[in-house]
């Protein structure tokens, strides 16, 4: 969403399901690569991040990465009752 345009910048079309059966981390590590792929097109929609600079920097990475962990310790904790078992 353009807040000062007022416009839509792209809409949302579908959803992923991600699951694995006996696996947290599992699940998580894949639904990390789908929200990196996701914000990085996302920041390159708004201007944010170059479109050759492939990808986020390493400042940025470090970022995402340590939110995702904490965002996969406390899906675990709701689960199983102890934090991922995936050294971040």
Excluded: P
Aim: charged content about 25%; aromatic content about 4%; overall charge negative.
């Amino acid at each position: 969403m353009n807040t000062e345009k007022n416009t839509v910048l792209s809409d949302q079309t579908s959803v992923f399901r991600v699951n694995c059966v006996d696996c947290l981390d599992r699940t998580n590590v894949v639904q990390a690569a789908i929200a990196k792929t996701i914000l990085e097109i996302m920041l390159k929609k708004v201007g944010l991040l170059d479109i050759d600079a492939g990808g986020l920097n390493d400042n940025a990475r470090v970022i995402f990465q340590t939110m995702w962990a904490d965002n996969g310790d406390a899906i675990s904790r709701q689960y199983a009752g102890t934090d991922a078992m995936k050294v971040r």
